[in-house]
């Protein structure tokens, strides 16, 4: 990839985004030489991983191999020991504090843990980023609270709901609603689909696979489920051993000899999705 995929360029018409998603398209997010430890403990070292505009990259790995710790590290909420984290051609270690915050408007987040503030109300939720980082009328934050909680499939009633009056998978939809509150680029999703029975996954991978074809995102998902590998993920990334051992279409990671990727890729469990003909 040349120097020239990492400058920041005009946006695209965000419907011509998914078909950038090619070997060509612009790097959105290039993280390079990474190393991340905790204590004695090293999670991560040398570990590079590129994230182009307009895909949906799914990222599996063993339960435990820092899948999360990458996308906090991402985020900047894990510090690193070493490496470069750079999102839309700009290194996040040399960002001014209003360069910094301009970036975090950019993405957004559904944290595997957590999801939902319990205290507040859906829409309470929807309107924490607004209200961190916009200065906007009340009757305007609950007109957008309202679009973004329409945007992910909830009905209007559920607004005014507490997280613990919601089904696992309205949580889900909520939390969406709350990463899409500032009109991300990038959408960060650490295991969106677990905890849902196999109906509820497959209507939340549906649901991004929508949401990212009409406003354009590039998703950063973080799975074990299959299925969203096999139908709604353009590429797929692999960790293991604090590194990325493969990535690429699912047929490389079908045919790759690793042999945790190949008793993953081919256990039972994947014949079972791969054969469902989704
Ligand atoms: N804040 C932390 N302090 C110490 N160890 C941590 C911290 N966060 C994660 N870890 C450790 O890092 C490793 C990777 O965790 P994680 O990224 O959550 O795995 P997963 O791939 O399942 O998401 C685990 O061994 C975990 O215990
Ligand atoms: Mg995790």
Redesign the pocket.
């Known amino acids: 990839m040349s120097d020239a995929a990492l400058q920041p360029a005009t946006q695209p018409p965000r419907e011509m985004a998914r078909r950038l998603a090619g070997p060509d398209a612009e790097v959105v997010i290039r993280v390079t030489d990474l190393e991340v430890g905790?204590?004695p403990?090293t999670?991560m070292k040398h570990l590079n991983l590129d994230v182009r505009r307009g895909e949906i990259l799914g990222f599996v790995?063993?339960?435990?191999?820092?899948?999360?710790?990458?996308?906090?590290a991402i985020l900047g909420l894990?510090p690193k020991r070493a490496g470069k984290i750079e999102v839309f051609g700009e290194d996040l270690d040399r960002l001014s504090r209003a360069a910094r915050k301009a970036i975090e408007q950019r993405w957004g987040v559904l944290f595997?843990q957590g999801a939902l503030f319990s205290s507040l109300t859906v829409k309470q939720n929807v309107q924490v980023p607004m209200r961190e980082y916009l200065d906007l009328s009340e009757r305007l934050l609950d007109e957008l609270a309202m679009l973004k909680i329409e945007m992910v499939g909830l009905s209007p009633d559920a607004a005014d709901k507490f997280p613990s009056d919601l089904s696992g998978g309205m949580i889900k939809r909520a939390a969406l609603a709350r990463a899409l509150a500032l009109d991300p680029d990038i959408v960060f999703l650490?295991?969106p689909t677990s905890g849902l029975d196999p109906i509820g996954a497959g209507e939340f991978d549906e649901l991004i696979s929508t949401l990212q074809q009409t406003l354009g995102l590039t998703v950063f998902m973080?799975t074990h489920d299959l299925d969203s590998l096999h139908s709604v993920c353009d590429r797929i990334a692999a960790?293991g051993e604090g590194k990325i051992i493969a990535e690429g279409t699912i047929e490389t990671m079908l045919a790759s000899t690793n042999p945790w990727l190949k008793a993953y890729f081919h256990g039972k469990r994947a014949r079972a999705a791969f054969s469902a003909g989704n």
Do not use: C, H, N, P
Request: aromatic share 4%; no cysteine; hydrophobic share 35%.
């Open positions: 905790f204590g403990k999670i790995g063993a339960s435990g191999t820092g899948k999360s710790v990458l996308t906090r894990v595997q650490d295991e973080v960790l």
